[in-house]
């Protein structure tokens, strides 16, 4: 791949390693210019957060994060603190801003988000934001790729009709145990196979995702926009 000052935006914390890590992995070891953008604390919406625990929950969160990204050597990280599972109570048009002005200091050629059929509504906002904030007025953008994000994409199912649709991959042989090994710093986030939020699960689909494009192990992706200057 060649260089390129690229953006990834995701809704939670461990989206970006599951979504797209090995593809990140990748583009940095290649020197292009990586940068992450998580917009939601990604934790409050669970039921063994209180109030007593929740500045050490979210702490928690940030080393994890940090770590993470560390391993797949991506330095540019910028968190915000929407709240977790609960971007539908915040205006659109704040989130789109806060992606924008994020887009607009890095001016990326090459975004990446989360798929628009998701079954988790984060992730639909955060495109819709994304998007939004790349409309092609933002001449930088040249590239918008739309990745799954597992046991959201895959539970969409029937209810929302635009199912992820993959024609985009990305060869990820040589970063596939970068990505798992990121994965694992994820630690509160990690489940035990066969749940989709496992490492092998994680492996897995990789895999499986490569066969069908003959190749060992591929991170899929549904290409949004592309223009070619």
């Keep these: 791949m060649n260089k390129h000052s690229v953006l990834a935006v995701v809704a939670h914390p461990d989206d ?3 979504g797209v890590g090995g593809t990140l992995c990748k583009l940095a070891k290649n020197g292009s210019d990586v940068h992450v953008l998580i917009l939601s604390e990604g934790r409050t919406s669970r039921d063994d957060v209180t109030d007593k625990n929740r500045d050490a929950v979210l702490e928690n969160a940030l080393k994890e994060s940090e770590a993470a990204l560390d391993v797949l050597g991506v330095k540019n990280v910028t968190r915000l603190q929407l709240p977790d599972n609960q971007f539908d109570t915040v205006p659109l048009l704040s989130i789109a801003k806060e992606v924008s002005k994020v887009v607009a200091q890095i001016q990326p050629s090459i975004v990446l988000t989360h798929h628009f059929g998701d079954l988790n509504i984060d992730h639909q906002i955060v495109f819709q934001a994304t998007v939004t904030a790349c409309r092609p007025s933002e001449s930088f953008v040249e590239k918008i790729l739309l990745f799954e994000t597992l046991s959201s994409s895959e539970m969409a199912g ?14 990820i042989e040589h970063e596939l145990q970068s990505k798992l090994d990121a994965m694992s710093k994820y630690a509160s986030e990690l489940r035990e196979f066969p749940h989709p939020r496992s490492l092998k699960a994680i492996e897995y689909n990789a895999i499986v995702w490569g066969s069908k494009v003959n190749m060992g192990a591929v991170e899929p992706f549904e290409l949004f926009r592309q223009i070619e200057k």
């Design 16 to 18: 970006e390693i599951i």
């Design 158 to 171: 029937p209810v929302i009709k635009d199912v992820f649709m993959p024609n985009y991959f990305i060869n």
